[in-house]
């Protein structure tokens, strides 16, 4: 790909996965966390193992694979979206969205730490830390508001941005040799039992309330945002690494509230204009090599 169809990709991964948090919130009515990140996996280990199939490419991993299948079912399947759905379900999706931004934060620091990168410039950080301040300016409570985020929630999800910025950079490191599409199908196969038993020993209630709302988003979760989605992020992830691919971070959170507004009623703000323009700046700084080839090109 030439960098416009990575950029479209970029937007199109942002789009995807801010969506996601709306139909999160949607879906937890009627399942919960773990079980809920639990099924959804499963569906898209299936549906994404089918693609690859279609398209008569090879199943079958070699040993070149296991480390980086493992590397991702585990830590961005299991680990990842049990802390996300957990932490997600004891705040909001605006304050989840803004600890999730911090995934490009940890992606710096673990990739100088274990990667052969340059250090990052200062326009590079300037970028990273306005993209955190329009985050933050997307999830300010407005003025009726009065209720403290829950910590133990934002703990959660802390952690949770960690475990995907370190993941992120572990297969970063691995040389597969399946291709996307079978690759990220053997990681949510080898993530969902484990969300599965998670959701065991947590006590959950292994039942779900169907609604036509929470089918609705049930499915966006398992089609657009997962094998979708995760199809997108894990072939820009090979192309861009994991520092500039984890900036959708950034993006994410803007169709996040646009999604919230239509679908879910929530009123967009001053404050989340602001916040859109901020990200918009931050952005240009960290991606201004990147997008004045584009346009040179």
């Not at 499963?42 to 398209?55: C, P």
């Not at 209720?147 to 133990?152: C, E, G, I, L």
Request: aromatic share 8%.
């Amino acid at each position: 790909m030439n960098r416009h169809e990575n950029l479209v990709g970029f937007v199109a991964l942002a789009a995807l996965w801010g969506a996601s948090y709306p139909a999160i919130r949607a879906a937890k009515a009627g399942v919960d966390p773990l079980l809920m990140a639990a099924l959804r996996f499963d569906a898209i280990g299936v549906v994404v193992l089918g693609y690859a199939l279609a398209r008569g490419q090879s199943i079958v991993p070699g040993r070149a694979d296991l480390r980086a299948v493992l590397v991702g079912g585990v830590g961005i399947v299991a680990v990842h979206n049990g802390l996300l759905f957990v932490g997600q379900a004891r705040v909001s999706g605006a304050i989840g969205s803004v600890v999730l931004a911090t995934v490009p934060i940890w992606s710096v620091g673990f990739a100088a730490a274990f990667l052969d990168t340059a250090r990052p410039t200062p326009s590079r950080v300037a970028g990273v830390c306005l993209g955190l301040v329009g985050t933050a300016i997307l999830a300010v409570p407005g003025p009726m508001a009065v209720d403290a985020p829950d910590p133990v929630g934002v703990g959660l999800l802390f952690a949770s941005a960690a475990v995907f910025a370190l993941a992120g950079v572990g297969l970063r490191r691995e040389t597969p040799e399946l291709d996307v599409a079978a690759r990220q199908g053997w990681m949510m196969l080898v993530g969902g039992p484990l969300l599965h038993a998670a959701s065991l020993l947590a006590g959950e209630p292994q039942t779900v309330a169907l609604s036509p709302r929470v089918a609705i988003a049930f499915g966006y979760l398992v089609f657009a945002a997962g094998a979708v989605g995760y199809l997108l992020y894990f072939g820009l992830l090979d192309r861009l690494g994991p520092v500039e691919i984890n900036l959708v971070s950034y993006v994410a959170p803007v169709f996040a509230t646009l999604v919230g507004w239509y679908w879910l009623g929530e009123v967009v703000s001053t404050g989340t204009v602001v916040g859109f323009l901020v990200i918009c700046v931050g952005f240009v700084l960290v991606k201004r090599e990147a997008l004045r080839a584009a346009v040179a090109g």
